[in-house]
């Protein structure tokens, strides 16, 4: 499968930016799917990350109440809502997708993931 990220940009703190992740072929349901973040010297992290079905989300502390991840299997599209974003949630941001199963046990970390998009830059200046 392959994804394409979108909707990145420059945001003042408070701001909302909406991303985008369209993954091509016909069995994008099948994939649980990640939001992740790396910003300059620091390691990815998992923000957000929603199972097959869409019936379970799962959020990093640091956005829980601010962003939201859902998606539509009828347009192989996952978003990410950002909101009431801050200085600190810049970073370049990738979707990810996993063919098997995502639990809280391995939703967070980025080698279960086996297809990644290209990434997008959000900055939020402060």
């Known amino acids: 499968v392959q994804l394409v990220d979108s909707g990145g940009g420059l945001v003042q703190a408070g701001g909302s930016l909406r991303l985008s992740c369209v993954a091509s072929g016909r069995t994008f349901g099948s994939y649980g799917m990640g939001w992740f973040r790396q910003a300059p010297g620091k390691e990815r992290e998992c923000v957000a990350a929603?199972?097959?079905?869409?019936?379970?989300?799962y959020y990093a502390d640091s956005v829980k109440g601010r962003f939201t991840i859902s998606r539509d299997n009828a347009k192989n599209t996952v978003y990410l809502q950002m909101n009431s974003l801050k200085p600190e949630d810049t970073a370049v941001y990738y979707c990810a997708a996993r063919p098997t199963i995502l639990t809280y046990y391995n939703y967070y970390r980025p080698y279960e993931y086996n297809y990644w998009g290209q990434g997008t830059q959000v900055t939020v200046s402060s």
């Open positions: 929603i199972t097959r079905s869409g019936g379970t989300t």
